[in-house]
């Protein structure tokens, strides 16, 4: 895996639209597993190990700490 223009949008973070953001780059013989990896939903496990998220009343507490 490589990443691709991490430097530049670094140190130029205002060329990131123009480039296409920072872009990983893998082996084509790699090319699945990345789709998989990429399609999955983590939002709710990095709420629950973190305690982020809404509130019931719909606030982001978080935010304010």
Known sequence: MALADEYTIGMQWF?????????????????DRAIEVLLQDYSKSLEEDKGIGQTADGTLPWLWN
């Open 15 to 31: 060329y990131s639209n123009a480039l296409g953001g920072v872009q990983v780059q893998i082996p084509e013989s790699q090319k």
